[in-house]
Structures are given as C-alpha cells and as structure tokens.
C-alpha cells in the first residue's frame, strides 16, 4: 500500500509516460497505472499484452492491435537482411517468396527466418525450408507457445482441437460439439480470441497457419517416435501407422482420417480401437466429396476403409462420429454412446440404423447423406434433443418413422432426391420447432399431411419436382 501511495503522491502532478510490456497479470496494472488521476494531464500509459482480457478488466478504452506485415512491407522487412549477403536477384526473389508464404506477415517469423537463411547456400535454404514444413523452428514456437501456456487446461485442449480438426468449420457448430466434451466452449472461446490464438470471419474459426503449426506440434510431441502415444491424430499416415500395428493406446481422444490421402486400403477391426477408452472425435471423411455435385457419385462412395463385421468402438467419451463410406448394413447392436452429439455416415451402406429404441439424449445432429440401401429411418423415440435430419440422396428411403412427431427441438429435415418416398407421417404436424423442409426430388411424393398447415414454425419449404402438386390449401391460410 505504501508503494501504490508512493507512486500517486510523486507522479500525480507530472506528465509522464509509462510503458509496461507483455503484462500477463491484471496486479501488475493495478499496482502500477491504478487510475488515470494517479499521474498528470496528457500523460500516456502503453501496455502490451498477449490477453486482451487484461486490459477490459483494467477499462482501457484505446485498444490497438498489431497487424502483420503486408507483402511489401515484408518484403521489404527481408531486403535489409539479404544486402548483407551477396545472393542474386533470382534467388533472392525465389527465397523471399518461400519465406513470406511460410510467415504470413508475421514479424517475428521473418526475424528468425531472415537472420539465418539469407546467409545459406542456395542448396542449404531449400533444404531447410523442406524441413520446416515438418519440422517447426524452435524459437518461433516457443514465442508464439507462451500465449498458449497461459490458457487453463479446457481452453488448451479447445485449442488443440481446433489447431488439429476443426479450423474453417463454422463457430456455433463448433461449440456445440465441444460443449459436449465438458469444455465450456463459450468462454473458452473467447479467452482464445482474446489471446489472439484464432480469430473469427463469417462465423468461420481461423488461426495463423504458424500457431496452428505450434498447437499439432504440442501434440506431436507428446510421443515422437509413436503416433498412437498422442492425444490427436490427423495426418494419414500416422493414423495408418497407429491402426495397421495396433498401437493404438488410450491416451487417443481424436481421430480426423481424410480418404483421400490414403493409398491402400485400412481395416478399421475392433482390435484396432479396443483400447481407446478416451476417443472421443472420430471422422473419416472424404476432402474431395466437397463439390456438392451428386449427379456422380460413384467416386464418392468408393471408401479406402474397411470396416470388419466386429467393428466397434469404446463409446463411453464419444461425442462426434463421422464415418464416411461405412460398408456394413447398421450399426453394432451394442451401440449405445450416452453422450453422442453427432452421427454422420455420408454414403453408408447402411439399411438401418439401428433396431428398437436408443436412448441418446445428447444427439443433435443425424447425417446418412447418399445412403443409398437406407430403406427407414429407426425409432427416434429415445433421440429426444435431435434437431438436424439430413436423408438427402437415400433414393430407396420408403418411410420416416412416426416418433419423429415427438421430437420438441427439431427444426431440419432433409429428404431432397429421396425418389422411393411416397409420404410423411401424420405426426410430423406436430413438430413446432420445425423450420426448414426440403422434398425436392421426391418424385414419388404423392400427398402431405392433413394437417401440414399447423407448423406454425416452418419458414423455409422446398417442394419442386415432387410427385404432387403441393401442401394442401390450409398451409397458406
């Protein structure tokens, strides 16, 4: 007290200016810059920080925040290193490229990266930056790993996630899936904007491809030589790796397969997962299945995965599944994951789903887009927070069970190009939350429900190129 009393009682009439750099701790502000009555008029007072959190709860109302280099000011940032070394115009040109597209206007990068390439032979910085793409700088990540070290272990693994899986994908999806794993995803989301770890465009989570690289080599380096002694995996040949020797332990909460990168078929075999008892993402996706044309879709439904008729996994931490192509017609009879937010299986073989009632409070969202043998939707009886219901493609889809009527939260539904369905059920007039309804394609289509009229909530409906002429008159009264 004495020394807050101190600085008051001598700086209170003078102007001055203070800067107190990379502040981690709200104390510091509290002890050092209290009020702005503690120093004279048209005094100024800089804080840097890595948590724009700290200046909020201090009420610092001018906040600044450093932007990266542009091209031509990074180019002209690695000018000053290369008129030390005699390089020639094309090679300077060629390395100032490679090094601009790997620091993305970052400073610090194009520091440490200038101070030491620029001096290499043309054989030796060629080689370096091949090595850089696997193989991180060290003084870059341990700069950029101190914002990361600051954040408490649900907004770390948040982070690691995005840093592994979930970069691009939309925000509030995003947080719905995380939010299921206990992470507090609201909050812990925002305390990583504020660190400036990611940032947001068009709801989209972003990151700087260097703190992305920094989040997969924390991972990477929880076991270097064993890929199945990490917590995430998503480079293909790692996860090919884990599964073809069954190492595979239970430290595995993650597993992102792209298809498209495998060369040779993978046998996904209960031995392979039995001892994942902490899996809790698993997605085996195809990258090229993103064009959206379903005309062809012969490509898209040849899988590189087999699953064996044993396939199962541990469900007790399962949160989102996505298993593109999967080859067997439904899904295990033990199948029971209590805590499952999402299933999607996009060009399955499945015919059904599942038998009876699955109790699975937590799933909201349900995809069997182009399950092309689905011939009924299960028992949604025991799905009672479904939401989502997408049926697109299923072309020998003949019946959408009656429990979906009961469904109190579900505002999507999905049945475009479903050509064997003839009609929906009565009770899907009971779905007061419904909003979007798309039929089109349904060609055999052949009436609505009597009482199509009471949903109250449907704002969006998509019926051309049915086999009727539309929803009886009461739907537009």
């Known amino acids: 007290m004495k020394v807050l009393t101190s600085i008051k009682e001598r700086l209170c009439s003078k102007k001055v ?7 981690n701790d709200p104390l510091i502000l509290k002890s050092l810059v209290g009020n702005q009555d503690w120093f004279g008029r048209g005094s100024r007072i800089i804080v840097t920080t890595r948590d724009k959190r700290l200046l909020a709860s201090h009420g610092v109302i001018n906040i600044y925040e450093a932007r990266g280099f542009s091209d031509e000011e990074a180019f ?25 597209d790997y620091a993305q206007g970052l400073p610090l990068a194009l520091e440490v990266l200038g101070s030491f390439l620029f001096s290499m032979t043309r054989e030796e910085w060629r080689n370096q930056l091949n090595k850089l793409k696997c193989t991180p700088n060290l003084k870059i990540q341990e700069v950029l790993a101190i914002s990361y070290d600051g954040l408490d272990d649900k907004e770390k693994n948040i982070f690691l996630d995005i840093a592994c899986f979930f970069e691009w994908e939309d925000k509030d999806y995003v947080i719905e899936i995380l939010d299921g794993c206990g992470f507090f995803s609201h909050s812990g989301i925002r305390a990583l904007l504020d660190k400036s770890l990611i940032t947001i465009y068009s709801n989209k989570l972003m990151m700087h491809d260097l703190i992305k690289e920094m989040g997969r080599e924390i991972v990477r380096r929880q076991s270097l030589e064993e890929p199945g002694e990490r917590s995430r995996l998503w480079f293909h040949e790692d996860i090919y790796d884990a599964l073809k020797r069954n190492t595979a332990s239970e430290k595995i909460e993650g597993i992102f397969l792209n298809l498209s990168h495998l060369e040779e078929t993978l046998d996904f075999t209960a031995q392979a997962f039995s001892r994942m008892s902490k899996l809790r993402l698993l997605k085996v996706y195809n990258s090229e299945d993103t064009s959206g044309n379903f005309k062809d879709t012969s490509n898209k439904e040849k899988c590189r995965v087999n699953f064996s008729k044993d396939f199962k996994l541990c469900y007790d931490c399962l949160r989102f599944l996505y298993l593109h192509g999967y080859s067997l017609k439904s899904l295990p009879n033990d199948f029971n994951p209590k805590n499952l937010v999402e299933l999607s299986m996009p060009y399955s073989h499945i015919q059904q789903l599942w038998k009876g009632i699955k109790v699975l409070e937590k799933l909201k969202f349900i995809d069997l887009n182009n399950s092309k043998y689905l011939i009924e939707t299960p028992d949604f009886s025991g799905v009672t927070n479904l939401r989502r219901l997408v049926l697109e493609g299923c072309v020998s889809l003949r019946k959408v069970d009656s429990s979906l009527g009961n469904l109190k939260n579900f505002s999507f539904l999905n049945l475009k190009n479903c050509k064997m369905l003839k009609s929906l059920p009565r009770s899907t007039c009971d779905l007061k939350s419904l909003e979007t309804l798309i039929l089109s394609g349904c060609s055999k289509f052949k009436e609505f429900p009597e009482n199509f009229g009471s949903l109250e909530m449907l704002m969006e409906l998509y019926a051309d190129e049915i086999g009727c002429k539309g929803p009886p008159s009461t739907f537009w009264v």
């Open 76 to 100: 002209d940032f690695l000018r000053h290193y290369s008129l030390k070394h005699e390089l020639s115009i094309n090679d300077f040109m060629e390395l100032s490229s490679e090094v601009l």
């Open 17 to 23: 200016l203070i800067v107190l750099d990379n502040v």
